[in-house]
């Protein structure tokens, strides 16, 4: 007999950025030559001097259980970060590290809704947000934002959303996966919103703090008007090259700290010894190397914008950070080619695997159909060769 699997898990939905990697992982095995934009991650190798303080670190046995809520030099160095380039305060005590800010975010939803409880999630958003907050028995109130507002949405909007039952906000800027920043003058305008509802808890996303083009970042931690009630969510995945290492924190209010440490005492312990050493190298360490990643992933954002530009039927936005470009691709639905008919953006991403060899994501993974997203964190050569297959891929179509 079949084994049944829970309800719960039943009702997730299957990662569509990892699923989309993964077949176009598998595509490359039978030989096909696919250019991967669909995972977000740098493309960029662990700075030197964090590889070398893992090796110390099994040198020197780092090989024992860590605290559950990491260690406390690790700790010491976020709060430290926090404070200086973040303008926040959070002591040592208030921050948790887990796997990565995916289990940070998770963590932090787990401990903080309960069921039918509402959480305000503004899309298009992350592809796991909707599913975290389902694993929790929540329920998630998309608040939409199209290109022609920048993805952003207004304080207004937010206002609307608002219910007796909402808990929670889920932010995230610069956003995954459209690249979009808040300014501070748009960040004031939701906290004023916020500053009204005491009893929503914030969490905000600034994984991709150090991914910004507008030459400041503002962390939504920093308004004094609901500080006391801000999770701040980040790691060292993006800025550090550092995807599989897994290291990630929340910075929050006590009470939340120590529930987010209950959880992860009984769920995963402490996470990995040796990465946590790495992370903290990668904190106390030089910092050039971020700069110089930044710079990297500016100059394919202007590459990718320019040649996704002269695409006809491309509506492309220029956004301020991360490494997506999100354009709206409903002008090539309900058109064909070879008699295969494209009828929504996830019919698009197919085409553009199977027919152009390029991996992108349907935006209807981030609650945004209509729109497709391409990642832009791989080496210029490749972008222009991948942005040549779409442009021939797409003017196909007819
Ligand atoms: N938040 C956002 C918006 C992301 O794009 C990612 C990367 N997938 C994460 C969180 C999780 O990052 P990590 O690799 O540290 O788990
Ligand atoms: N941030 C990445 C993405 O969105 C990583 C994959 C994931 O964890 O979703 O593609």
Redesign the pocket.
């Known amino acids: 007999m079949t084994p049944e699997i829970s309800q719960r898990i039943q009702a997730l939905a299957v990662s569509q950025t990892l699923a989309m990697s993964q077949r176009s992982s598998q595509l490359r095995s039978e030989g096909v030559d696919v250019i991967n934009l669909s995972v ?1 991650e740098p493309d960029f190798h662990t700075p030197d001097h964090i590889k070398l303080a893992a090796i110390k670190a099994v040198e020197d046995n780092y090989s024992f259980y860590s605290p559950v809520p990491g260690y406390m030099s690790l700790r010491k160095a976020v709060s430290e970060k926090l404070r200086k380039e973040n303008g926040v305060d959070y002591a040592p005590e208030q921050i948790v590290v887990g796997n ?3 289990q940070a ?1 998770c963590n932090v939803v787990l401990a903080t809704v309960n069921p039918g409880d509402e959480v305000i999630i503004p899309t298009p958003a ?1 592809v796991s947000y909707f599913e975290m907050v389902k694993l929790a028995e929540g329920k998630g109130v998309a608040v939409p934002a199209g290109i022609d507002n920048e993805f952003k949405i207004t304080p207004a909007q937010l206002e609307e959303a608002i219910t007796e039952r909402t808990t929670l906000l889920m932010f ?1 800027s610069p956003s ?1 996966p459209t690249g979009s920043v808040y300014s501070r003058e748009e960040l004031q305008g939701l906290v004023d919103v916020l500053a009204r509802y005491p009893r929503i808890t914030v969490i905000s ?1 600034e ?1 991709y703090e150090h991914i910004n083009y507008t030459g400041g970042f503002t962390s939504m931690a920093s308004f004094p008007e609901i500080a006391d009630r801000v999770v701040l969510i980040n ?1 060292v ?1 993006k800025a550090y090259a550092m ?1 599989g290492w897994r290291i ?1 924190y929340c910075a929050a209010p006590t009470v939340i700290a120590k529930a987010v440490s209950k959880l992860q005492g009984q769920y995963t312990s402490g996470a990995s010894s040796i990465a946590q050493k790495a992370a903290e190298a990668a904190y106390t360490g030089p910092q050039d190397c971020v700069a110089q990643m930044r710079e990297a992933f500016e100059r394919r954002r202007d590459l990718v914008v320019r040649m996704a530009r002269e695409i006809p039927g491309l509506k492309v936005n220029v956004p301020m950070g991360a490494f997506y470009l999100f354009p709206e691709v409903s002008a090539y639905i309900g058109k064909s080619y070879n008699g295969r008919r494209i009828e929504s953006s996830a019919d698009l991403a197919m085409y553009l695997l199977e027919e152009g060899h390029v991996a992108t994501v349907d935006g209807g993974a981030f609650g945004a159909p209509g729109y497709i997203r391409l990642s832009y964190a791989a080496a210029d050569n490749l972008l222009e060769e991948a942005m040549r297959r779409i442009a021939e891929a797409l003017g196909k179509l007819s």
């Open positions: 977000g990565g800010a995916k975010l992350w995230c995954n996303d994984i790691g995945s995807t990630g």
